[in-house]
């Protein structure tokens, strides 16, 4: 990738903050009532597009953040709040996890090689719509996780000089 198109990234995710900030009310907040500020995360409400907050966003906007009002994500298993015992407002997506392993990539490994950030999902579906951490993990999930198999992404090395001809 050139500067150029580095630049361009840089600033259409710079467009989807001022978007966030500008219309609150057209993304979901959530983020974990425990968790780092880091790992905060917005959903938006149209299509399921998240905004994470990491190392790359720039201060002023987690500033800006901390003056915003947004809604909630509504649990949509409100019949099941009582049986969770973390709180966590994702069971529907534990579960989807478990049940359709096959469209979620699995970054454990990647956590752990340092291949990617610390606070990166521990799982993401392929979709884009939903991104998972083990740190908010229901108990009777992780016994669920043992033995089962998920796509792991193919991480190139970080060193490598693509179209360079090097």
Request: aromatic share 8%.
């Amino acid at each position: 990738m050139n500067e150029s198109q580095k630049d361009i990234l840089v600033w259409k995710n710079i467009l989807v903050w001022k978007d966030l900030l500008a219309k609150p009310h057209e993304w979901w907040d959530v983020r974990s009532k425990e968790g780092s500020p880091k790992a905060a995360a917005f959903e938006r409400k149209s299509n399921g597009e998240l905004r994470m907050i990491d190392d790359s966003t720039p201060e002023w906007i987690q500033h800006k953040l901390d003056s915003l009002t947004f809604d909630q994500k509504p649990n949509s298993h409100s019949s099941e709040t009582s049986l969770r015992e973390d709180g966590d407002s994702t069971l529907g997506t534990w579960r989807d996890l478990l049940e359709n392993p096959k469209q979620w990539m699995d970054y454990r490994d990647q956590k752990r090689n340092k291949l990617v950030k610390r606070n990166h999902p521990d799982f993401k579906r392929k979709d884009g719509g939903h991104a998972l951490w083990l740190n908010k993990v229901p108990q009777w999930v992780l016994s669920e996780l043992k033995g089962m198999e998920f796509d792991v992404p193919i991480q190139k090395p970080k060193q490598a000089n693509e179209g360079r001809g090097d």
